[in-house]
């Protein structure tokens, strides 16, 4: 069912009662309530004067751009998701002024939460509009902006005039009820911090529970805590029964001491409303719908879990709540229980003993509880390969087609990698011999995947060829600049030495048919360099051998070792592991790459059919290609954008980081900010079409995913 929104303002109809708007279909109601309601502004916390004063200026600034750029857009007739887009679209370039002034902060990862600020302030309740309502929405779920930090901006706005503002407050549940349990995506180290404070700063988290320092992991577990405290206090309060909270809602949200109810303007609610009355008991339903939905929730369920083992108080608090909510039944708050009872048995299942033991067993398969520091126990040893099981997890979720990523995976799985060594107790040459081994499995795995649009084998390699070895150049760096000048880096002798052990899985090694090609090249790559090292250590000069005639049969282990080889991750000196190439008799001769007809001088134009299909080898490959891309005649700049979007895009894995970002920088080029003139994008079409038609593949754009490139490419 396609959600419904109001189009007029949410403010009091006198002529004909306005059906409520809600993002979902109604839920059946029956009850009556004795309404309280007490409005109050949230405390502030004290800041400096000065920065407080330009900090607010800034921020009145966005909030009219916000809302320029998006009643521009309302009004050329463009659907609520495009509206967000371009209001992200502004917060972004707001944000990459700001820290481009003197003194100005990093903007990249502060634009999302700028912009979920404008878009709720001006929301509460200066354009409190169905409209509005459906463009943030737009921007949740596409993670244009944070939903947790939202809902935390939203609640201390939004609760305290839940009576005055009912509509408001039916939409907001709505809200609630979807995002707050709703994935939790990887985020950069950057826009954790934004959003721990201003998650922490809206809902006061570490006054409420006494925490002294927040992470994100704190600050997710103390938000839901919170979510489900606030509705349930809203519930007793609005049903006439007394509050326990001890934790400052009362002051906060303005639950429990007032029972004169004043809207936004200070005007007294109408009571002869009936329409808004009847909405006011049925938002009390839905709250407790809400709440039994978050509650029943398997994640929100560990986070209770881990409050009720780690901070018993804290759920002894909202335990308590819950079990006064128990008096509804003899109220006849609805004709059934079924909520209640649904809600207790979810607190129940949180605390059960029954639920205690299915964890431990669920723990271990994921993470061994005992050592796997022996090579014959590890990866593939008996009862151990299942404590590498996350890795084959997240690259397995990662090939979801279904969700978009806006964190790249290679940070993701660097965090993963450092977590199951420690976990695991494991060295790193075990740890990167089972991310190999995970990755290659998830090749093999695509020869099950069914047809639609989901992504197929140049995703998977890419995860294996690109993101696992750049996730690994992190963990080498580390390293390395902890070590003194001349002292050798353990780690990557680790990395060679699981690249020598993975020689021995001959079964995961044989390359699909697609790349069978590539796998013989990169074999015949090393062979060459092997021939030639040995010349010159004969000290012969005229070597009668030809170069052009060797050939050699490649499997997976050449490709991933040109990879490494490619980010300096290792040398050349891996193609001295035993048996590591084996020639093949053949005299035919090799056929000559055209990127290196093109590094010899070659014009473009004669090789540009032959570029698009064959990837280029090298970083120098491609720099000689940028010239021709950025100031080339039009046929020039045409050829090469359809270069860079062709097989080097899919298939350049060992520069393909370089090419996407050629690629997006072309493409926020042809498509500036302000062109002008129509005149401008007419003259670059053939371009723009060539950018877009070449990325817009379903393999492309996951892998644009993979990279957490998609939200850039959608601010291009």
Not at 630 to 638: A, P, Y
Not at 685 to 692: D, E, K, N, S, V
Request: hydrophobic share 40%; proline share 5%.
């Amino acid at each position: 069912m396609r959600p419904f929104y109001g189009r007029n303002k949410l403010k009091r109809q006198h002529h004909e009662p306005p059906r409520p708007p809600s993002f979902a279909s109604a839920t059946p109601f029956c009850c009556s309530l004795i309404p309280r309601f007490q409005s109050h502004t949230p405390r502030k916390t004290p800041t400096c004067r000065g920065g407080a004063f330009m900090a607010a200026a800034a921020g009145t600034d966005l909030e009219r751009r916000v809302m320029a750029v998006v009643k521009a857009s309302a009004a050329r007739g463009d659907p609520p998701l495009l509206q967000a887009a371009e209001a992200a679209r502004c917060a972004r370039e707001a944000s990459a002024s700001a820290s481009a002034s003197p003194g100005g902060e990093e903007g990249g990862c502060r634009s999302g939460g700028a912009l979920a600020e404008a878009l709720v302030k001006n929301l509460c309740f200066v354009h409190n509009t169905g409209a509005m309502w459906k463009l943030l929405d737009q921007a949740m779920a596409s993670r244009l902006i944070s939903p947790l930090q939202t809902l935390a901006l939203l609640t201390p706005r939004v609760v305290p005039n839940r009576r005055a503002q009912p509509e408001a407050y039916r939409l907001y549940l709505d809200l609630v009820g979807r995002y707050t349990v709703a994935p939790v995506y990887s985020e950069s180290a950057e826009t954790k911090a934004m959003l721990v404070k201003s998650i922490n700063d809206a809902l006061h988290l570490s006054h409420s529970y006494g925490c002294q320092r927040m992470d994100f992991g704190h600050t997710v577990v103390l938000f839901v805590l919170s979510i489900i405290k606030i509705l349930t206090e809203c519930i007793l309060e609005d049903c006439g029964l007394p509050s326990i909270a001890r934790d400052g809602y009362d002051d906060l949200y303005g639950i429990g001491s007032q029972k004169h109810m004043t809207d936004d303007k200070g005007s007294s609610l109408d009571k002869r409303d009936e329409h808004r009355e009847r909405l006011r008991t049925k938002n009390t339903v839905m709250t407790l719908d809400v709440v039994e939905k978050i509650t029943a929730n398997k994640n929100a369920q560990v986070f209770l879990r881990l409050v009720y083992l780690n901070t018993p108080e804290n759920f002894s608090t909202l335990l308590q709540s819950l079990q006064l909510m128990g008096a509804l039944k003899s109220k006849n708050f609805v004709s059934e229980n079924n909520l209640l009872d649904s809600l207790m048995i979810n607190i129940k299942n949180v605390i059960s003993t029954g639920v205690q033991s299915y964890r431990g067993r669920l723990l271990g398969v994921i993470v061994s509880r005992r050592p796997c520091s022996s090579a014959a126990c590890s990866v593939f040893g008996v009862g151990k390969g299942s404590c590498w099981i996350p890795f084959d997890m997240f690259m397995e979720n990662a090939m979801d087609g279904r969700h978009l990523h806006t964190i790249s995976s290679i940070e993701a799985l660097t965090e993963l990698s450092k977590t199951l060594q420690v976990l695991n107790r494991a060295t790193w040459q075990e740890t990167f011999q089972a991310l190999w081994v995970s990755a290659l499995r998830l090749i093999q795995r695509d020869c099950a995947t069914p047809e639609g649009p989901f992504p197929h084998l140049y995703s998977r390699l890419c995860m294996l060829l690109a993101i696992v070895p750049l996730s690994i150049a992190p963990i080498l760096k580390e390293e390395s600049d902890k070590l003194e000048g001349g002292m050798i880096c353990a780690r990557r002798g680790e990395l060679v030495s699981s690249l020598h052990v993975l020689g021995q899985y001959f079964g995961l090694l044989s390359p699909p048919p697609a790349v069978v090609r590539s796998a013989n090249s990169a074999a015949r790559k090393a062979l060459v360099s092997l021939s030639i090292l040995k010349d010159q250590s004969e000290n012969i000069q005229n070597s009668s051998k030809d170069g052009s005639s060797i050939k050699a049969v490649g499997n997976m282990l050449h490709l991933i070792v040109e990879a490494c080889i490619a980010r300096n991750l290792v040398d050349t000196s891996v193609y001295f592991c035993p048996s590591y190439v084996v020639p093949v008799n053949d005299t035919s001769p090799v056929e000559e790459s055209p990127w290196s007809a093109l590094m010899e001088g070659s014009p473009l134009m004669e090789l540009k059919d032959a570029l698009m299909v064959t990837p280029a080898s090298s970083l120098a490959e491609l720099e000689k290609l940028q010239p021709f891309a950025v100031s080339g005649s039009d046929e020039e700049k045409l050829a090469a954008c359809k270069i860079l979007c062709g097989a080097s895009l899919l298939r350049g894995w060992n520069i393909q980081e370089h090419v996407i970002q050629m690629v997006l920088k072309l493409l926020s080029e042809l498509l500036p900010l302000e062109s002008g003139s129509d005149g401008f994008y007419i003259h670059h079409m053939p371009m723009l079409h060539a950018l877009i038609s070449g990325i817009s593949s379903i393999d492309t754009v996951h892998i644009l995913s993979m990279y957490g490139l998609v939200r850039r490419m959608l601010y291009s």
